[in-house]
């Protein structure tokens, strides 16, 4: 008989011993004196919060949802967890205008993508930043993702045909950021797949995997949506047999993890085939499939594993992919976290907590002084770029720029 | 995914066996969810009699200096211990009077540290002690949460200010021929610790905090970062959960995060740790290993486990996997071929290897010399 069953709540709060293991490697409380830490946070202030709501601290919302706290902790506890789902059921404060911008990403992209030019000029302004920065207290420092004229969806759908004539097919949630800001990832994730014979596909019509929503406390449309976004995916998972891959890190974490752990999303039927790209890759490869490399390429490549890539577990099979192109001189980074955790480093109040976190990365970036960075998300490429000045490529984007 | 060794559990043992094995040429990875004992290092290495060059010279190549002598050192609260090989933050000592005056030095506001037992110890030594303490500006913004006064964060900031800390010491010695200060220097490189015996012109004694360990993370952190320099895999957030066994053999493991990706390799080290990292489990009715569901000794009569007594050895801590003279595990009474039990793990079942920290080498290498002598 396995006693524990019966002990042990949700996010194994309970099993804390109070080591404060997680102390150190929270990324916030280094550089922020406001945030209570995700000991306190977390299992200590679950305590108090289950004899009485009162206890709710709003400091919770400098919680980067990074997950580092929980990939140090010994005993299991799923301590961001606990945090994000205190600040669902606590925080009743309503989100802010310029919070409902930011997790709204991708109707704000399909506002912005038909005026794209426009959009990206208008934002691209010093005088739009410093109108945004003293409104909406957006950070004037950040340079904004730029909207992309033609959606990748749109794209794909006008390849269809071709991609259905491949033997073998994936569906590909392909997420807001690829599909309104840079489809091209999305076409060298076609390119890599298809040179390994496999046919792209689209979901039924995936909608944002809502982790901006969960974080700028939107938990009621995030559930609506995550809601129609496991319907479609198991349409494809178990109606068509199909796997789903992504190219975000952080979607994936979203679609396999937060939609059980923080919206109560039973996702267990189709878990395991919501895949991050560069593990089909991988896999294909291990069991026989080949592909052309250029014979004449070289670059020198330091990887950054993503926070979100790191909880995954899964990092190991880019650097695999990356170690095994020809000519890739490769360096992995240390484990740090890049600072912007998704929307959080646009906001004006965490914008110089943001840069301080992100400090040991962009040195340790400069020290080796790479070709390019390699990075499986996309909020940690705009912050590592616009930080260091160095360019950053999904690992997806290097596979395809290196075959023959 | 396929290893020529895979290694369970990434403290001490695991570590040490990865950096041995990789860089004798094996590929292999370490697979570990969650950090683990060596955040609570005191900086001595348990039950080490000798100091193998071997270890040493890994550790060195990572940046971790070790030193060997026979001593005693100074403990969090003021006692002093026999201790032998150490990292270089400690210092041994022929006898507990290690010196005739000292200057016990704390930070304003942080309460992990216990100066007051500290001086309280060395006078009992005969050493006549002066607790001081130093208001560092910089320290002010942790102290607004108090909860967070600790250890590493304060690391996080002496480190940066290395040369003020000199300064304000130096400027609190008189006659005093010894400095104690807390365990909070030297979080990513023990260069300060060099910085500080250099600039303070008399002996500088660390000595132990509430957890964190700083030299602890540090070891840890150096470790792992040698490791996947070598070309190690480590990966960082993943649980096995099981393994696939076969005629005596395990053939592969399966994992949290990797589904049905299952991860294969010639052989397993399985270094999981004790109670504490969950390597051994125990409920009321016995004590198990998880993962490969191996032999662990220990008493079936429960009331034998504890010691009432709170200081006295504990009876569960000598309870632990059951292994053959090379360090196979069993199972079923029956060793598998492929598979090696090392550090904490073994708890008390292997004592002429030691334990804590010794233990946790000792079988590393041992299992790690199976494995090469194999190929
Ligand atoms: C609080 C404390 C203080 C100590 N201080 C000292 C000291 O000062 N000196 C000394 O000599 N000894 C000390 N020890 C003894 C210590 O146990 C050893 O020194 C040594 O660090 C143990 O190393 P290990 O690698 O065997 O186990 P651990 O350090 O416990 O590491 C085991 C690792 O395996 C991981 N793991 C467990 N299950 C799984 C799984 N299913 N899948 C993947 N990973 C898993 C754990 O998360 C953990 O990271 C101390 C022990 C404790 C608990
Ligand atoms: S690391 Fe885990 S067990 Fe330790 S204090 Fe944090 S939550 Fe608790
Ligand atoms: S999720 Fe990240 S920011 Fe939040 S408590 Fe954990 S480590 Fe800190």
């Given at each position: 008989?396995?006693?524990?069953?019966?002990?042990?709540?949700?996010?194994?709060?309970?099993?804390?011993?109070?080591?404060?293991?997680?102390?150190?490697?929270?990324?916030?409380?280094?550089?922020?004196?406001?945030?209570?830490?995700?000991?306190?946070?977390?299992?200590?202030?679950?305590?108090?919060?289950?004899?009485?709501?009162?206890?709710?601290?709003?400091?919770?919302?400098?919680?980067?949802?990074?997950?580092?706290?929980?990939?140090?902790?010994?005993?299991?506890?799923?301590?961001?967890?606990?945090?994000?789902?205190?600040?669902?059921?606590?925080?009743?404060?309503?989100?802010?205008?310029?919070?409902?911008?930011?997790?709204?990403?991708?109707?704000?992209?399909?506002?912005?993508?038909?005026?794209?030019?426009?959009?990206?000029?208008?934002?691209?302004?010093?005088?739009?930043?410093?109108?945004?920065?003293?409104?909406?207290?957006?950070?004037?420092?950040?340079?904004?993702?730029?909207?992309?004229?033609?959606?990748?969806?749109?794209?794909?759908?006008?390849?269809?045909?071709?991609?259905?004539?491949?033997?073998?097919?994936?569906?590909?949630?392909?997420?807001?950021?690829?599909?309104?800001?840079?489809?091209?990832?999305?076409?060298?994730?076609?390119?890599?797949?298809?040179?390994?014979?496999?046919?792209?596909?689209?979901?039924?019509?995936?909608?944002?995997?809502?982790?901006?929503?969960?974080?700028?406390?939107?938990?009621?449309?995030?559930?609506?949506?995550?809601?129609?976004?496991?319907?479609?995916?198991?349409?494809?998972?178990?109606?068509?047999?199909?796997?789903?891959?992504?190219?975000?890190?952080?979607?994936?974490?979203?679609?396999?993890?937060?939609?059980?752990?923080?919206?109560?999303?039973?996702?267990?039927?189709?878990?395991?085939?919501?895949?991050?790209?560069?593990?089909?890759?991988?896999?294909?490869?291990?069991?026989?499939?080949?592909?052309?490399?250029?014979?004449?390429?070289?670059?020198?490549?330091?990887?950054?594993?993503?926070c979100h890539m790191e909880r995954l577990g899964w990092g190991v099979f880019s650097e695999k992919l990356l170690r095994s192109i020809p000519g890739v001189e490769f360096t992995l980074l240390d484990s740090n976290c890049c600072g912007i955790?998704?929307?959080?480093?646009?906001?004006?109040?965490?914008?110089?907590?943001?840069?301080?976190?992100?400090?040991?990365?962009?040195?340790?970036?400069?020290?080796?002084?790479?070709?390019?960075?390699?990075?499986?998300?996309?909020?940690?490429?705009?912050?590592?770029?616009?930080?260091?000045?160095?360019?950053?490529?999904?690992?997806?984007?290097?596979?395809?720029?290196?075959?023959? | 995914?396929?290893?020529?060794?895979?290694?369970?559990?990434?403290?001490?043992?695991?570590?040490?066996?990865?950096?041995?094995?990789?860089?004798?040429?094996?590929?292999?990875?370490?697979?570990?969810?969650?950090?683990?004992?060596?955040?609570?290092?005191?900086?001595?290495?348990?039950?080490?009699?000798?100091?193998?060059?071997?270890?040493?010279?890994?550790?060195?190549?990572?940046?971790?200096?070790?030193?060997?002598?026979?001593?005693?050192?100074?403990?969090?609260?003021?006692?002093?211990?026999?201790?032998?090989?150490?990292?270089?933050?400690?210092?041994?000592?022929?006898?507990?009077?290690?010196?005739?005056?000292?200057?016990?030095?704390?930070?304003?506001?942080?309460?992990?540290?216990?100066?007051?037992?500290?001086?309280?110890?060395?006078?009992?030594?005969?050493?006549?002690?002066?607790?001081?303490?130093?208001?560092?500006?910089?320290?002010?913004?942790?102290?607004?949460?108090?909860?967070?006064?600790?250890?590493?964060?304060?690391?996080?900031?002496?480190?940066?200010?290395?040369?003020?800390?000199?300064?304000?010491?130096?400027?609190?010695?008189?006659?005093?021929?010894?400095?104690?200060?807390?365990?909070?220097?030297?979080?990513?490189?023990?260069?300060?610790?060099?910085?500080?015996?250099?600039?303070?012109?008399?002996?500088?004694?660390?000595?132990?905090?509430?957890?964190?360990?700083?030299?602890?993370?540090?070891?840890?952190?150096?470790?792992?970062?040698?490791?996947e320099a070598l070309g190690g895999t480590f990966m960082a957030s993943d649980e096995v959960l099981k393994a696939h066994l076969y005629e005596g053999r395990v053939h592969s493991i399966a994992t949290r995060n990797l589904d049905n990706h299952?991860?294969?390799?010639?052989?397993?080290?399985?270094?999981?740790?004790?109670?504490?990292?969950?390597?051994?489990?125990?409920?009321?009715?016995?004590?198990?290993?998880?993962?490969?569901?191996?032999?662990?000794?220990?008493?079936?009569?429960?009331?034998?486990?504890?010691?009432?007594?709170f200081a006295a050895d504990q009876p569960y801590m000598k309870y632990g996997v059951v292994t053959d003279a090379s360090l196979h595990a069993l199972r079923e009474g029956k060793a598998l071929e492929n598979v090696f039990a090392i550090g904490?793990?073994?708890?008390?079942?292997?004592?002429?290897?030691?334990?804590?920290?010794?233990?946790?080498?000792?079988?590393?290498?041992?299992?790690?010399?199976?494995?090469?002598?194999?190929?």
């Amino acid at each position: 008989m396995n006693l524990q069953e019966f002990t042990q709540s949700k996010y194994n709060f309970e099993e804390c011993m109070k080591c404060t293991v997680c102390t150190a490697y929270c990324p916030v409380l280094q550089v922020n004196p406001l945030y209570p830490g995700p000991k306190q946070a977390g299992p200590d202030g679950e305590r108090l919060r289950l004899k009485d709501p009162f206890f709710f601290n709003y400091a919770l919302k400098y919680c980067m949802n990074c997950k580092r706290c929980e990939v140090a902790c010994p005993s299991g506890v799923k301590v961001a967890d606990l945090i994000q789902a205190a600040r669902i059921k606590h925080d009743h404060s309503k989100p802010k205008l310029r919070d409902r911008m930011l997790a709204s990403t991708d109707t704000m992209g399909s506002l912005a993508r038909p005026l794209a030019p426009v959009v990206n000029a208008t934002i691209g302004l010093g005088v739009t930043k410093s109108l945004l920065d003293a409104t909406l207290k957006i950070d004037k420092h950040r340079t904004f993702p730029k909207y992309s004229g033609r959606s990748f969806e749109g794209w794909l759908k006008r390849h269809a045909k071709a991609q259905a004539a491949f033997p073998e097919q994936v569906a590909y949630f392909h997420g807001c950021y690829v599909n309104y800001n840079y489809p091209q990832l999305g076409k060298d994730l076609v390119k890599v797949l298809n040179a390994l014979g496999v046919g792209v596909q689209l979901l039924e019509k995936e909608k944002c995997c809502s982790i901006a929503l969960i974080t700028n406390g939107m938990s009621g449309k995030a559930t609506k949506q995550a809601t129609h976004n496991v319907g479609v995916l198991r349409k494809a998972i178990i109606d068509k047999g199909l796997k789903v891959l992504t190219t975000s890190s952080t979607c994936s974490l979203t679609l396999r993890d937060e939609y059980p752990g923080l919206l109560g999303i039973d996702n267990s039927d189709i878990r395991g085939a919501i895949q991050i790209a560069v593990r089909y890759i991988y896999e294909k490869l291990e069991g026989g499939a080949k592909l052309e490399f250029k014979p004449d390429y070289h670059k020198k490549i330091a990887y950054h594993v993503p926070c979100h890539m790191e909880r995954l577990g899964w990092g190991v099979f880019s650097e695999k992919l990356l170690r095994s192109i020809p000519g890739v001189e490769f360096t992995l980074l240390d484990s740090n976290c890049c600072g912007i955790a998704g929307t959080y480093g646009f906001k004006k109040e965490n914008y110089e907590a943001s840069q301080k976190i992100g400090e040991p990365l962009f040195n340790q970036i400069r020290e080796v002084n790479p070709d390019v960075v390699a990075c499986d998300c996309e909020t940690c490429k705009w912050q590592i770029e616009m930080s260091t000045g160095y360019k950053v490529m999904n690992p997806i984007s290097i596979l395809a720029e290196a075959l023959a | 995914m396929r290893f020529d060794c895979v290694i369970i559990g990434g403290g001490l043992a695991g570590l040490t066996a990865g950096l041995k094995l990789q860089s004798k040429g094996l590929d292999t990875a370490i697979v570990s969810t969650g950090q683990n004992a060596l955040h609570f290092f005191s900086g001595s290495f348990a039950s080490m009699q000798e100091a193998p060059a071997e270890i040493i010279e890994l550790f060195s190549a990572a940046g971790i200096k070790l030193h060997y002598e026979k001593g005693v050192r100074l403990m969090p609260l003021g006692t002093f211990r026999d201790a032998e090989l150490s990292l270089e933050d400690i210092e041994l000592f022929k006898a507990p009077k290690f010196a005739k005056k000292a200057l016990v030095v704390n930070l304003s506001g942080f309460h992990d540290f216990f100066a007051s037992f500290l001086a309280e110890g060395l006078e009992k030594q005969g050493i006549s002690c002066q607790i001081r303490s130093i208001n560092f500006p910089e320290l002010e913004a942790l102290a607004k949460s108090p909860s967070e006064m600790r250890s590493v964060q304060i690391a996080r900031i002496m480190d940066r200010i290395t040369d003020k800390v000199i300064r304000e010491v130096r400027m609190l010695l008189s006659d005093e021929d010894a400095v104690v200060l807390p365990q909070v220097f030297g979080l990513q490189d023990s260069a300060v610790i060099e910085q500080l015996r250099k600039g303070i012109p008399v002996r500088v004694v660390f000595a132990g905090t509430l957890p964190p360990s700083v030299p602890g993370i540090r070891t840890q952190m150096l470790l792992k970062r040698r490791y996947e320099a070598l070309g190690g895999t480590f990966m960082a957030s993943d649980e096995v959960l099981k393994a696939h066994l076969y005629e005596g053999r395990v053939h592969s493991i399966a994992t949290r995060n990797l589904d049905n990706h299952f991860i294969e390799a010639d052989n397993f080290i399985l270094a999981t740790g004790g109670y504490f990292s969950k390597g051994l489990r125990s409920n009321p009715f016995g004590i198990s290993e998880p993962i490969f569901g191996l032999d662990v000794r220990f008493d079936e009569n429960r009331s034998a486990w504890y010691n009432p007594s709170f200081a006295a050895d504990q009876p569960y801590m000598k309870y632990g996997v059951v292994t053959d003279a090379s360090l196979h595990a069993l199972r079923e009474g029956k060793a598998l071929e492929n598979v090696f039990a090392i550090g904490s793990i073994l708890g008390g079942t292997r004592p002429e290897l030691g334990t804590g920290a010794g233990l946790a080498i000792r079988s590393a290498l041992e299992a790690s010399n199976q494995i090469l002598n194999i190929k």
